[in-house]
């Protein structure tokens, strides 16, 4: 594994204050991130049950761990915008099981992306210890093998070593990768990534989610046991007995909030739309989406009280796309959303109502667009 990290730019438009991460569940790019981890695991296992010659065994298996995969990524969704779950497994669930049958579970389910990689995932050691929170242990760990299967040169070993230390449950990862340069190993947890492909997000979360549970995830001091090329990464979960950590749940959605409301959402990334959809539905809103700088065409008699846009679907001509949307919509409230705010123009800042960074928390959109909604309407209050 070798990733880095990045500095975020600052903005002349007004951003909002950040928002509290300590539940990171409701961290939107971790959350979509880790919905992704659990579409390739799914989409993996229904390839293994359409291969020629698959036996009935085989394919009631596949299915078996696609419903799993599928549960989870909803409920990691749900409960991200704020809404209960709708199976007996949740998230933030309070159940607990062995920490050994919860690795053994989370090996299974990525040997079909194993095999891709053509490395092989040994598991050694027992940890019988009892732990709160077995969908949360499978997605910190699910982070960290996809990154050593990305890593790993084909041939390779995953080794992960299950152990408990006065009652608590280790689990050591190791690769046979390139290993981590010195100089990004501060930055490592940090965000950013040097991965084709990679959004530096996994081991991010991983690690949030793994200390709002009570645990860590850490980098071995020198890149584990001298005998493994590679990286070595350490998780360590409480047992069940110990006491639980405070952490804030999710609010309950106020299904009124938004009510009556137009929103307009301007953005070409499907996992965002989707999400954006659920959670301002949720609460009330119409949302209509424009995916490009074209496909914003309001009619006259269809007024938004808000649009959300991505400034990349429109980066070519920004300031004609907001007076296309000012067009059926003179009075419409316009809420940006982007990861490169740094040096946004004078002329564009001053027309927006507010601006969102990327990755953002569903709640940031919720206050930005109500925000937004209120200063319009100060805006136009008769003197």
């Not at 390139?178 to 991965?195: H, K, N, V, Y």
């Not at 850490?218 to 584990?224: D, I, N, V």
């Not at 301002?280 to 490009?292: C, D, K, N, P, S």
Request: proline share 4%; hydrophobic share 40%; glycine share 10%.
């Amino acid at each position: 594994m070798n990733q880095g990290g990045s500095a975020d730019g600052s903005s002349s438009a007004k951003l909002p204050e950040s928002v509290d991460h300590t539940d990171p569940s409701r961290d939107l790019a971790g959350v979509l991130h880790d919905v992704s981890n659990s579409l390739t695991v799914l989409l993996g296992w229904i390839g293994e049950a359409r291969t020629k010659g698959a036996t009935r065994e085989s394919v009631d298996y596949a299915l078996q761990l696609v419903e799993q995969r599928a549960r989870m990524a909803r409920d990691i969704a749900r409960h991200a915008i704020g809404a209960s779950s709708l199976s007996s497994s949740t998230v933030l669930d309070s159940d607990d099981d062995e920490m050994g049958r919860v690795v053994a579970e989370m090996v299974d389910a990525l040997a079909v992306e194993a095999e891709r990689a053509e490395v092989r995932i040994v598991l050694r050691g027992e940890s019988a210890v009892r732990v709160r929170g077995p969908v949360t242990i499978s997605q910190v760990l699910t982070n960290v093998v996809l990154n050593a299967l990305a890593f790993s040169p084909p041939g390779g070993v995953i080794r992960i070593r299950l152990s408990s230390v006065n009652g608590e449950a280790q689990v050591e990862v190791s690769d046979d990768g390139p290993g981590i340069a010195t100089e990004m190993r501060q930055q490592l947890f940090e965000g950013g990534s040097t991965r084709k492909g990679g959004a530096g997000i996994g081991l991010r979360y991983a690690r949030s989610l793994a200390r709002s549970s009570g645990g860590d995830l850490e980098l071995a001091a020198h890149g584990g046991s001298k005998t493994v090329r590679g990286a070595t990464f350490m998780l360590r979960w409480p047992s069940s007995g110990a006491a639980a950590p405070q952490r804030p749940s999710a609010a309950r959605i106020n299904t009124h909030q938004l009510s009556g409301k137009r929103v307009l959402v301007v953005e070409d990334d499907d996992d965002v739309i989707s999400l954006l959809e659920t959670a301002l539905e949720a609460r009330g809103a119409e949302v209509v989406v424009a995916r490009t700088a074209a496909d914003i065409s309001i009619p006259k008699d269809r007024r938004f009280d808000v649009a959300l846009i991505d400034l990349s679907p429109i980066i070519d001509d920004v300031p004609g796309a907001l007076a296309a949307v000012r067009l059926g919509s003179p009075s419409v409230a316009i809420v940006a959303m982007t990861g490169n705010v740094n040096g946004l123009p004078d002329a564009i800042a001053r027309d927006l109502g507010g601006c969102v960074r990327k990755p953002f928390d569903v709640a940031e959109v919720v206050a930005a667009i109500s925000n937004a909604m209120g200063g319009r309407a100060q805006k136009h209050v008769s003197p």
